[in-house]
């Protein structure tokens, strides 16, 4: 059986089970993807108010799918079908998920930047769905030592407990708000989709030296300060980060905390055609905490990437990736 068949019969499973269990339940699609994701881990029904009959059907569909034959990364794509379909269902602003190209360009940056490490701790402080971190588990699941995944949102933080489980990875995860204290360990690596906009709790923006001098604080330049200060010296991280990051009013202060606690290694532009408008267009912004022998690169890794679907022009932009990390 080829993945892509693979993939969409158990699409067809996670669907078909969780459009059973959000009548039954009378619930939302989106929750009814993390259950019916749970009872396909568990190899049965855990709803015990669903009758007799609804059960066996429910049975019928997990015991034709065989979580052990499959690999993670099809189990990802088939999971994630169904949580884009909640999601289209119920929009809500954090309820948006890394595209899989960019997951997997990420992945490779991972790899090019992690290089030489034997094993390594990573978080995502607004891990989602999970999409992003488990794409970088995938590829790199001998080398991850530990994994940490923390979002406020209640529901997102069980979808990635169910995709992780199903996925046969250990992530420990945190239902709160990133931007309070933050009880882990320091990490090697930061992957982050980081939320944009405005963090409406001042009071606690406080803390950080990115704040707004009035008015609400940027989350996503929060964001980027919290990750930092949970990174062992010479950790890198990687943030999906709004093209317009350093042009705005704010941006004065982020430099400035930059300049003291980072490297700037890389900033590099997707692909406009990506985005429905150009406003809300993203790069991908890569950062190295400043530590003893943490040496800047001779230049920054800047790059406007062509289309994803343009192989000559991306090869030609990989070949000269390539050389920068042989030579910086």
Same mark, same amino acid.
């Given at each position: 059986m080829?993945?892509?068949t693979?993939m969409?019969q158990?699409?067809s499973?996670?669907d078909q089970?969780?459009?059973?269990l959000?009548k039954?339940?009378?619930c939302?699609y989106?929750?009814a993807v993390?259950?019916?994701?749970?009872?396909?881990?568990?190899g049965d029904?855990?709803q015990?108010e669903?009758?007799?009959v609804?059960?066996k059907r429910?049975?019928k569909e997990?015991d034709?799918?065989?979580l052990?034959k499959?690999?993670?990364?099809t189990v990802r794509k088939a999971y994630?079908?169904?949580?884009l379909k909640?999601?289209?269902?119920?929009?809500?602003?954090?309820?948006?998920?890394?595209p899989d190209?960019? %997951?997997i360009?990420i992945?490779y940056l =991972?790899g090019k930047?992690?290089?030489g490490k034997? &094993?390594y701790?990573? !978080?995502d402080?607004?891990?989602?769905?999970g999409?992003?971190?488990?794409?970088v588990?995938?590829?790199?699941?001998q080398?991850?030592e530990?994994?940490?995944g923390i979002d406020v949102?209640?529901?997102?933080v069980?979808l990635t407990?169910?995709?992780?489980?199903?996925?046969?990875?250990g992530?420990?995860?945190f239902n709160?708000?990133?931007l309070?204290p933050?009880?882990?360990?320091?990490?090697?690596?930061?992957?982050?989709?980081?939320?944009?906009?405005?963090?409406?709790?001042d009071?606690?923006?406080?803390?950080?030296?990115v704040r707004?001098?009035?008015g609400?604080s940027?989350?996503?330049?929060l964001?980027i300060?919290q990750?930092?200060?949970h990174m062992k010296? %010479?950790?890198y991280g990687?943030?999906? =980060?709004p093209?317009?990051?350093?042009e705005?009013e &704010?941006?004065k202060? !982020?430099?400035?905390?930059?300049k003291e606690a980072?490297?700037i290694?890389?900033?590099?532009?997707?692909?406009l055609?990506m985005?429905?408008?150009?406003?809300?267009?993203?790069?991908?912004?890569?950062?190295?905490?400043?530590?003893?022998?943490?040496?800047p690169p001779?230049?920054?890794?800047?790059?406007?990437?062509?289309k994803?679907s343009?192989?000559?022009?991306?090869?030609?932009?990989m070949?000269?990736?390539?050389?920068?990390?042989?030579?910086?």
């Amino acid at each position: 059986m080829s993945q892509l068949t693979e993939m969409e019969q158990l699409f067809s499973v996670i669907d078909q089970t969780a459009i059973i269990l959000r009548k039954e339940l009378n619930c939302l699609y989106l929750e009814a993807v993390a259950e019916t994701g749970e009872n396909l881990f568990h190899g049965d029904v855990l709803q015990d108010e669903l009758d007799e009959v609804t059960k066996k059907r429910l049975k019928k569909e997990y015991d034709s799918v065989n979580l052990e034959k499959i690999d993670g990364e099809t189990v990802r794509k088939a999971y994630q079908l169904a949580i884009l379909k909640g999601m289209k269902e119920a929009v809500q602003p954090n309820h948006q998920m890394t595209p899989d190209t960019v %997951g997997i360009f990420i992945s490779y940056l =991972v790899g090019k930047f992690m290089e030489g490490k034997s &094993q390594y701790k990573v !978080l995502d402080p607004a891990v989602g769905a999970g999409n992003l971190l488990t794409t970088v588990l995938n590829n790199h699941h001998q080398l991850i030592e530990e994994a940490y995944g923390i979002d406020v949102d209640d529901l997102l933080v069980k979808l990635t407990y169910v995709n992780a489980n199903l996925q046969k990875h250990g992530i420990q995860l945190f239902n709160q708000d990133s931007l309070q204290p933050l009880f882990i360990d320091p990490v090697d690596l930061v992957v982050c989709d980081l939320p944009v906009g405005y963090y409406p709790n001042d009071e606690g923006a406080k803390a950080f030296e990115v704040r707004a001098t009035e008015g609400h604080s940027y989350a996503h330049h929060l964001f980027i300060e919290q990750s930092i200060k949970h990174m062992k010296d %010479g950790g890198y991280g990687i943030f999906l =980060v709004p093209n317009q990051l350093f042009e705005t009013e &704010q941006a004065k202060t !982020l430099h400035a905390f930059l300049k003291e606690a980072a490297v700037i290694q890389g900033f590099i532009q997707l692909p406009l055609s990506m985005f429905k408008q150009e406003s809300l267009a993203k790069s991908i912004f890569i950062v190295q905490k400043k530590g003893e022998g943490v040496v800047p690169p001779r230049q920054a890794l800047l790059v406007h990437l062509p289309k994803f679907s343009n192989r000559e022009a991306m090869n030609d932009i990989m070949t000269q990736m390539n050389e920068w990390f042989r030579n910086r």
